[in-house]
């Protein structure tokens, strides 16, 4: 190594607690901002490049270099998204953030001919501005550069592969081994494309949904984990837990609702207009077993789901389900126990002098 490289090395040698410092700030400064924006990824990580690292590169091409300030790269960061959309995302975020360097930044998917693929990565070369980090006895934070690196799980996964196979060998890969490598690239970039189109299509149709049921055409709706959690959001089981709660004055204690979802399946609905059908159905009778059920108690605390859970108990009863169908009532909601039997038990005891449990309902 010459002379003018050994410098180079002795400069990132006396500078390496400035990077360190540089590299909490970052790495800080990206979840920070991930978290603000919501956006949801896979990793954030930073490195510094090591001194043998460091070694390696400037003894390739050291004459490239007049100092250490034109190294992009010492200190890296790295973003991994789910999606490709999200990788846009978060570079719009960067650039908002960061002081970029556009001569040196470079957008790698945008390099490929039509007919080619290969390494799939955006990389902006970047600044803190002042207005991230102002120190006036270390300015030197403001002017470092520092590589950030935004790619999807799969771009990642690709990039890690070639790079253990081709990059840090010794030996030039053949050709016939480089077109194996680039198909799959393709795959995994045809795969990117149609996971982002998936989740574009999803979040149409959880839209879709939410405004059908904000409409009342619940008949259109399917019923499935997506649509019973728009369902919910209606709240449509407040207005009996509220008479229900008036009984004894009681207070109501929020539980999620989604595992009457199974229930409802079981009771053969098909869409959200045929819960809200058995709901409208059966909330009455559901009402009056809770009036008998608390009647005569001093109890003051309900869980949310005293409806939804009575509705079921009368619908089950009153199609002579009897015990055994409140036995399985229960272990679909707190899987299987021999507690469920005795819970059944009691609740079939709570309903026997019922009205509806008098037209040939008693099992």
């Known amino acids: 190594m010459d002379l003018h490289c050994q410098l180079i090395l002795d400069e990132y040698d006396a500078r390496l607690a400035e990077f360190q410092r540089l590299e909490q700030i970052v790495q800080k400064t990206l979840k920070e901002a991930l978290e603000r924006n919501a956006l949801m990824v896979t990793a954030v990580t930073t490195r510094i490049k090591t001194r043998d690292s460091l070694t390696n590169k ?132 045809m795969a990117d494309d149609e996971f982002s189109r998936i989740r574009i299509e999803l979040n149409d149709y959880r839209r879709r949904v939410h405004n059908l049921v904000k409409n009342g055409e619940l008949d259109s709706v399917q019923l499935d984990g997506d649509t019973f959690r728009s369902y919910l959001l209606a709240r449509p089981f407040d207005s009996l837990n509220k008479r229900i709660a008036a009984i004894n004055q009681a207070e109501i204690q929020e539980v999620s609702l989604l595992p009457y979802l199974r229930v409802f399946k079981a009771f053969g609905c098909l869409t959200l207009g045929d819960v809200d059908r058995l709901r409208r159905k059966y909330e009455d009778e559901a009402y009056y077993l809770s009036r008998h059920q608390l009647g005569n108690t001093d109890i003051d605390i309900l869980s949310s789901s005293v409806g939804i859970q009575n509705i079921c108990i009368v619908c089950i009863l009153k199609q002579g389900g009897g015990r055994i169908g409140l036995v399985r009532l229960f272990n679909a909601l707190n899987g299987q126990s021999p507690q469920n039997e005795l819970l059944a038990d009691m609740m079939y005891n709570q309903a026997a002098s019922m009205p509806f449990m008098n037209n040939g309902n008693k099992l």
């Open 58 to 189: 400037l003894e390739l091409k050291g004459g490239k270099y007049r100092s250490m300030n034109d190294i992009t790269d010492i200190l890296g960061a790295r973003i991994i998204t789910f999606y490709t959309d999200d990788v846009d995302r978060i570079a719009a975020m960067a650039e908002q953030m960061f002081e970029i360097d556009w001569a040196n930044s470079v957008d790698k998917r945008r390099l490929h001919d039509l007919d080619s693929f290969g390494y799939n990565s955006l990389h902006y070369i970047c600044r803190l501005p002042k207005n991230i980090i102002d120190v006036p006895e270390c300015p030197q934070l403001n002017q470092i550069r520092f590589e950030l690196q935004l790619r999807t799980t799969l771009q990642h996964a690709w990039a890690s592969i070639n790079h253990d196979t081709g990059y840090k060998s010794d030996i030039e890969i053949p050709r016939e081994y480089m077109r194996q490598m680039n198909r799959l690239s393709g795959i995994l970039e």
